[in-house]
């Protein structure tokens, strides 16, 4: 018999949830009006004409009522509509993952389930479209890369030859103008390569994740003249090319910023294997968060993180400046 009882309960909460949402909105005024006229016919109270003071404050008090009861159950009701108003108006594809919870009257109920699978195929399709941008992008910086460094570099060399040359032909009062084109020379042969490695690092596909950071960080410690503190560790998990790309770019990407916006002298670089992956820590000691500053840097990474199923956070230190971590799952054995 309890099992009956239950199952009948079952059905008629179920009976209900399918009733249309004009219909129960209707049922609850019909209930609360139908409520107010059984209180009104039991009452003692009356009503003369012309009406008494006494007898208008009835009213009014009751009306009152009446109208109350009537928008606490009517907003309860609709509260499943302001949920996934508040969640729709809340949605980050940077940070997937956000559903509608499927509850309420039947409209709301197909509401919030078309809504998720809006937002899962936006998240498919945004992974889908940022994945192939990043892969252009990646493969016009190795391009631009491979240019500078063959046709650019070569052409600058030669010049350098040139000149060599001209400093042994020409007469010794000239060697003073012609050593210092030569240093102009070596000096934008210089900055040609340094610009070719920054658009694609050659350390990340020759040696490795770990000694391409700290190839990074030496090179931004010359450029910047900040002090970099580096902890980073050769015993890591097994991650694939783009999510190793990923780690050096977020890095880069978090240099780039502290060198341009925290005023800091010291930033520190961490590399280690943690459980179930590799976490990147980049922190600097410097003014904190600017997010107008910050916001496009910020975005980059996230869809870098994104894309290999990591989890990217930037957040204020509590003894100061800003601090980048990245968790980065490694890949399944095979």
């Known amino acids: 018999m309890t099992g009956g009882r239950t199952s009948g309960r079952a059905d008629e909460r179920l009976g209900q949830e399918q009733l249309p949402l004009a219909w129960r909105i209707f049922l609850v005024n019909a209930a609360v009006f139908a409520g107010g006229i059984v209180v009104l016919a039991i009452s003692p109270a009356t009503v003369s004409s012309p009406i008494e003071l006494a007898e208008l404050l009835v009213l009014a008090v009751g009306l009152s009522a009446i109208l109350l009861a009537n928008l606490f159950l009517v907003r309860r009701s609709l509260a499943p509509l302001d949920r996934l108003r508040t969640l729709m108006r809340g949605v980050d594809l940077l940070q997937p993952g956000d559903r509608?919870?499927?509850?309420?009257?039947?409209?709301?109920?197909?509401?919030?389930?078309?809504?998720?699978?809006?937002?899962?195929?936006?998240?498919?399709?945004?992974?889908?479209?940022?994945?192939?941008?990043?892969?252009?992008?990646?493969?016009?910086?190795?391009?631009?890369?491979?240019?500078?460094?063959?046709?650019?570099?070569?052409?600058?060399?030669?010049?350098?030859?040139?000149l060599g040359r001209l400093t042994r032909q020409l007469p010794p009062e000239l060697h003073g103008d012609l050593r210092e084109a030569q240093e102009a020379t070596r000096a934008c042969l210089d900055d040609v390569r340094r610009i070719a490695r920054r658009l694609r690092p050659e350390a990340l596909d020759d040696l490795g994740l770990a000694p391409a950071l700290i190839a990074l960080s030496s090179a931004f410690a010359e450029r910047t003249g900040l002090r970099v503190k580096k902890r980073l560790t050769n015993d890591l998990p097994q991650l694939s090319p783009e999510a190793e790309l990923a780690v050096f770019r977020v890095a880069q990407e978090s240099l780039t910023n502290f060198a341009r916006h925290s005023g800091s002298s010291l930033v520190e670089l961490q590399l280690e294997r943690v459980e179930g992956g590799l976490l990147l820590r980049v922190r600097d000691y410097g003014r904190g968060l600017n997010g107008e500053r910050r916001a496009g840097g910020i975005r980059g990474m996230r869809e870098r993180a994104l894309l290999i199923g990591a989890d990217l956070s930037v957040e204020s230190h509590p003894d100061g400046g800003v601090e980048v971590r990245l968790l980065v799952p490694a890949m399944e054995r095979r």
Do not use: C, I, W
């Open 100 to 162: 509608a919870v499927l509850s309420g009257p039947p409209e709301v109920y197909e509401l919030a389930s078309v809504f998720n699978e809006m937002l899962a195929r936006l998240e498919q399709e945004r992974h889908e479209s940022g994945r192939q941008a990043l892969e252009a992008q990646e493969a016009e910086r190795k391009h631009v890369a491979q240019e500078l460094h063959d046709e650019v570099g070569q052409s600058v060399t030669a010049v350098m030859l040139q």
